[in-house]
Each structure stands twice: as structure tokens, then as C-alpha cells.
T-cell receptor, first 112, second 112 residues
Framework: EPEVTQTPSHQVTQMGQEVILRCVPISNHLYFYWYRQILGQKVEFLVSFYNNEISEKSEIFDDQFSVERPDGSNFTLKIRSTKLEDSAMYFC??????????FGEGSWLTVV | ELKVEQNPLFLSMQEGKNYTIYCNYSTTSDRLYWYRQDPGKSLESLFVLLSNGAVKQEGRLMASLDTKARLSTLHITAAVHDLSATYFCAVDKGNTGNQFYFGTGTSLTVIP
């Protein structure tokens, strides 16, 4: 069954460093998303992406964050200068024209 | 600010019992989703509810949506241990499928 794949599964980085989280959405999907979940808390929307541009973003998605679809398969989330509070599980998700969003396994980011 | 609240936050129930998880939300939306999350894992789609009065059932779980009351329920029938997980409802802000607001989650433990 097709799935959303994410790398790395876990990354530890020093505060102030740049981090890139990578995602390969399901191949025929058109809409792409990043969500995050701080440990023990609810899942929070960051950004949605369609037709090579951001369609919606939340207040969390400030200038420190950016997304890119550099080729036909990858979808990346970059955090320019990480802060301690960026430590979370980051989920990539995608959907086709239907209503179900499929989530990847997540990338644990620990900022120390 | 859109609020999505689940009740209860924690639920411990014995096998064979029935229980209902409630999801209240504060905005007008015709779309509501239920997801399951096992510890350290991704979000698994359970139900997609797309209109007022929608009811869907899968195994021991049944979800319903009342858009007028801004309420969705997830009913568990004759619980089994395998249902132990955290359950999230998510509201589709704007009915576009592009921005989900997740509830606080209900951590369910089914005791043998």
C-alpha cells in the first residue's frame, strides 16, 4: 500500500542549527502538509502546499520555517535556526483529490 | 481562535464495556475526521465525516457528526485491548481539506 515516507526518523541538533526534514508523499497526491506534535500534546497544523506554493499556514509557521518541493517526489521542511521549543515530532502528510489525509511516520526532532 | 475539545482526555475501561468519546468544536465546519495514534507512531485515519448526520462504523467503533451542535462522537462497543491508543478528532477549517485543527486527544486504555 502506498505510504508517506519521512527521513530522518530521529534527529538531534544543536540550538541555532539549520534542519531539513524530508518527505516523499504518495506519488499521485497533489496536496502536501506539515504538522507537528510536541511530546504529549495535540497535533498542530503548520502549512499546506499545493501547485508548488503554500496555500495555507498557521501562526507557528513563521519566517524560521520554509517548505520546498525541489523535484517531483520530495517535499521538505526547513527550520533555519532551531530553538529548544522546536523539539517535536514533525509529520508530513499528503492527499489526492479525496478527503483523507495520509500521514507519514514522523521525524523526531530534538534540539539541545 | 478555533477550538477543538475532546472529552474525556483519559479513559480507562474494562474489556467488553461501551463508552463514548466526545469532540466539540467552535467553528462552522461540515467535515470532521477521527484518527488513531499508537505510542510513538503516526496517525491512522479512522473515519471521514462529511455532512451533518453522517454516521460511520468500522468494527467496534462508530463515529457520528452533528454539525449544528458542533459535536462529533466516537462510540466504542464491547472494547478490546487492541483498541488501546490515543484518539484524535480533527476539524477541517474552511472545508477545504487543507487545514486540520486537531483535538486534545483521548488516551484510551482497555484493561483485560
Amino acid at each position: 500500500e502506498p505510504e508517506v515516507t519521512q527521513t530522518p526518523s530521529h534527529q538531534v541538533t544543536q540550538m541555532g542549527q539549520e534542519v531539513i526534514l524530508r518527505c516523499v508523499p504518495i506519488s499521485n497526491h497533489l496536496y502536501f502538509y506539515w504538522y507537528r506534535q510536541i511530546l504529549g500534546q495535540k497535533v498542530e497544523f503548520l502549512v499546506s502546499f499545493y501547485n508548488n506554493e503554500i496555500s495555507e499556514k498557521s501562526e507557528i509557521f513563521d519566517d524560521q520555517f520554509s517548505v520546498e518541493r525541489p523535484d517531483g517526489s520530495n517535499f521538505t521542511l526547513k527550520i533555519r535556526s532551531t530553538k529548544l521549543e522546536d523539539s517535536a515530532m514533525y509529520f508530513c502528510a499528503s492527499r489526492d483529490d479525496g478527503n483523507t489525509i495520509y500521514f507519514g511516520e514522523g521525524s523526531w526532532l530534538t534540539v539541545v | 481562535e478555533l477550538k477543538v475539545e475532546q472529552n474525556p482526555l483519559f479513559l480507562s475501561m474494562q474489556e467488553g464495556k461501551n463508552y463514548t468519546i466526545y469532540c466539540n468544536y467552535s467553528t462552522t465546519s461540515d467535515r470532521l475526521y477521527w484518527y488513531r495514534q499508537d505510542p510513538g507512531k503516526s496517525l491512522e485515519s479512522l473515519f471521514v465525516l462529511l455532512s451533518n448526520g453522517a454516521v460511520k462504523q468500522e468494527g467496534r467503533l462508530m463515529a457520528s457528526l452533528d454539525t449544528k451542535a458542533r459535536l462529533s462522537t466516537l462510540h466504542i462497543t464491547a472494547a478490546v485491548h487492541d483498541l488501546s491508543a490515543t484518539y484524535f478528532c480533527a476539524v477541517d477549517k474552511g472545508n477545504t481539506g487543507n487545514q486540520f485543527y486537531f483535538g486534545t486527544g483521548t488516551s484510551l486504555t482497555v484493561i483485560p
